[in-house]
């Protein structure tokens, strides 16, 4: 059996002797895109067995506790409220109802449970229905996320304390390519959000979207961003644009599937320690193409039936997948936690 390291623990990944780089130069992450595919999957294949079991995938669900009507204009996305989808605007979800939901994806398999609200940034008293989700979903035993737009630090402070596991708010793009798709807040302010959920103790998950008409060169700049931060996001989820009729993107041109996976080849190689996320698009991808992202290193994915407001492949087509490349869904934390001490 092939030998690898275990994950390390999240909370203390940025102190480690790991050999991590936060130095790349952008003519090396270019340079890593245009490698020979073999040799890229090798090198990331290589750089995954580091720290994860290559056989297992982490199940996660994400819940929309608050849709649409959002001022940004994310041209992606369908619950910006400068875009005609046809998606109607609804209050943030009650407690329960959120605990509810979080209790069947827990049934379904999932360890991670991730709540999203359409806001540019969140009310404090919003705030306070958000925190009382996340001790619920905590109670359960799941690793919790949620992605509520920008934060200040007060706010990132108030959700550690409530034991939130990880924040979410994703870069989109590189520098060079985000005015081309939203004007309403800048990079920095992005930049400044990660700031304050970091130094507020939660681990970060941060990534972007492919596909939406960026060149390689953005994309290598999207992934030099995150792998020269201060400390490599936690968390990177990879998305493939869902066109959605009405938004700016919604005609866009489909990406080439090896330009998917070389991304996730690469975010892997810069970052080799941290979870890379298969998130939006999977509806869309072949058991082919999905099989070539788990062996780049993606090691997550969302389950159920939306993702936010867009479709998900069913579970049973996941099942299928995984049973023909013989994958086991990732132990919960405290599963995982109970798995070591035994040992």
């Known amino acids: 059996m092939t030998e690898f390291a275990p994950a390390p623990s999240l909370a203390v990944t940025a102190g480690r002797p ?10 090396e992450v270019e340079a890593l895109f245009t490698k020979p595919f073999a040799d890229l999957i090798f090198e990331a294949q290589s750089a995954h067995r580091r720290f994860f079991d290559p056989n297992e995938v982490q199940m996660s669900t994400l819940l929309s506790i608050k849709t649409g009507g959002c001022p940004e204009d994310c041209g992606y996305c369908p619950q910006s409220s400068k875009f005609d989808t046809g998606l109607k605007a609804s209050k943030l979800m009650a407690v329960g109802a959120v605990l509810e939901e979080a209790k069947r994806a827990k049934d379904a ?3 991670r449970y991730c709540m999203g609200a359409a806001w540019r940034s969140p009310k404090d008293r919003d705030l306070d229905q958000v925190i009382d989700m996340i001790r619920g979903v905590k109670a359960m035993g799941m690793e919790t996320c949620v992605t509520l737009g920008m934060l200040d630090a007060d706010q990132a402070h108030r959700l550690k304390d409530a034991g939130l596991d990880y924040y979410n708010h994703n870069l989109d793009t590189s520098p060079e390519f985000y005015p081309e798709i939203i004007t309403t807040r800048t990079y920095q302010d992005r930049l400044d959000t990660l ?5 507020a103790g939660i681990n ?7 596909g939406m008409g960026e060149d390689l060169d953005d994309r290598a700049g999207l992934l030099l961003t ?5 400390v490599h ?5 990879i998305n493939l644009l869902v066109k959605v009729e009405g938004t700016q993107l919604g005609q866009e041109a489909d990406l080439d599937p090896f330009e998917f996976v070389r991304t996730i080849a690469v975010a892997k190689i810069l970052m080799p320690a941290s979870m890379i996320r298969l998130s939006a698009g999977r509806e869309h991808m072949s058991d082919e193409m ?12 969302f389950i159920g039936p939306k993702l936010l407001t867009t479709d998900n492949p069913a579970a049973e087509k996941d099942q299928r997948l995984f049973d023909k490349l013989g994958v086991r869904p990732m132990p919960a934390p405290c599963e995982a936690a109970s798995i070591r001490a035994a040992e």
């Open 18 to 27: 790991d050999g991590l780089r936060h130095d790349w130069r952008r003519d």
């Open 290 to 301: 999905q099989s070539l992202c788990f062996l780049a290193g993606a090691n997550s994915i």
């Open 195 to 199: 700031s304050n959920v970091r130094d």
């Open 204 to 210: 970060v998950c941060c990534g972007g979207i492919v």
């Open 109 to 111: 398999g999932a360890s």
């Open 226 to 230: 995150l792998a020269n931060l201060p």
């Open 233 to 237: 996001p936690e968390s990177v989820p």
